[in-house]
């Protein structure tokens, strides 16, 4: 497994409560459980995980726009900074390519919806200039392809693009999301550290 020198490791992050609920957060065993169990490539090379990708897109909200962060949890003892270091440039890369990707998939539906718009187009202006009642059959058999070829092409222009979009929209976040590791003992006593909620006063009780 190929690891950065331990010069390009960074300080361990530290979790304060305020940013506690920021962000994803997925909870791990071991880093295995980013990638998949059928490739045996060096961490900066594995193929991630699909149980991985499905778990953080069903916990994945659209929010408002800036910073975003993927919090992965593991107990302690299984932690190795340098190892993270490559697993986070990993996931950076994994999202840029599939960014890559994403926009070549929305500009080739976009260069063939015009190719049938034109071709549609194309076709209804021949339907239209048939004298009428001179070639009837002819005009019923070019109409039908041509009218397809201009809802098929305004659908790749709108709909399909669109939908796209919103996959893409997806990728570039976690694109340009900061990835943290922290252990399970620091979650956990971030949390039993917070003092509890004040009771509210009777006076306050009464008017709500």
Same mark, same amino acid.
């Given at each position: 497994?190929d690891?950065?020198?331990? %010069?390009? =490791?960074?300080?361990?992050?530290?979790?304060?409560? =305020?940013?506690?609920?920021?962000?994803?957060?997925?909870?791990?065993d071991?880093?295995? !459980?980013?990638? %998949? !169990?059928?490739?045996?490539?060096?961490?900066?090379? #594995?193929?991630?995980?699909? !149980?991985?990708? *499905?778990?953080?897109?069903?916990?994945?909200?659209? %929010?408002?726009?800036?910073?975003?962060?993927?919090?992965?949890?593991?107990?302690?003892?299984?932690?190795?900074?340098?190892?993270?270091?490559?697993i986070?440039?990993?996931?950076?890369?994994y999202?840029?390519?599939?960014?890559?990707?994403? !926009?070549?998939?929305?500009?080739?539906?976009?260069?063939? =919806?015009?190719?049938?718009?034109?071709?549609?187009?194309?076709?209804?202006?021949?339907?239209?200039?048939?004298?009428?009642?001179? &070639?009837? =059959?002819? %005009?019923?058999?070019?109409?039908?392809? *041509?009218?397809?070829?201009?809802?098929? *092409?305004? $659908?790749?222009?709108?709909?399909?693009?669109?939908?796209?979009?919103?996959? #893409?929209?997806?990728?570039?976040?976690?694109?340009?999301?900061?990835?943290?590791?922290? &252990?399970? $003992?620091?979650?956990?006593?971030?949390?039993?550290?917070?003092?509890?909620?004040?009771?509210?006063?009777?006076?306050?009780?009464?008017?709500?």
């Amino acid at each position: 497994m190929d690891v950065p020198p331990a %010069s390009a =490791a960074k300080p361990e992050e530290k979790l304060e409560f =305020a940013t506690a609920f920021k962000g994803i957060q997925v909870a791990l065993d071991y880093y295995q !459980d980013i990638f %998949s !169990d059928f490739d045996t490539a060096p961490y900066s090379h #594995r193929t991630i995980s699909n !149980d991985f990708l *499905g778990e953080i897109e069903r916990r994945y909200v659209e %929010s408002k726009p800036g910073e975003f962060e993927v919090r992965m949890t593991l107990p302690a003892k299984e932690r190795d900074p340098k190892v993270e270091a490559v697993i986070k440039k990993r996931l950076k890369d994994y999202f840029i390519l599939k960014l890559k990707e994403k !926009d070549d998939e929305i500009a080739k539906k976009r260069r063939t =919806a015009y190719v049938r718009i034109a071709t549609g187009v194309l076709l209804m202006v021949v339907v239209f200039e048939i004298p009428f009642g001179q &070639s009837l =059959a002819v %005009s019923n058999i070019l109409s039908v392809p *041509g009218w397809f070829l201009l809802w098929s *092409g305004f $659908e790749n222009i709108f709909d399909i693009p669109g939908r796209l979009a919103e996959e #893409r929209q997806f990728v570039l976040r976690f694109s340009k999301a900061k990835y943290h590791f922290f &252990s399970e $003992e620091e979650i956990s006593g971030v949390f039993e550290k917070q003092p509890e909620p004040l009771p509210v006063p009777i006076s306050e009780q009464e008017h709500t």
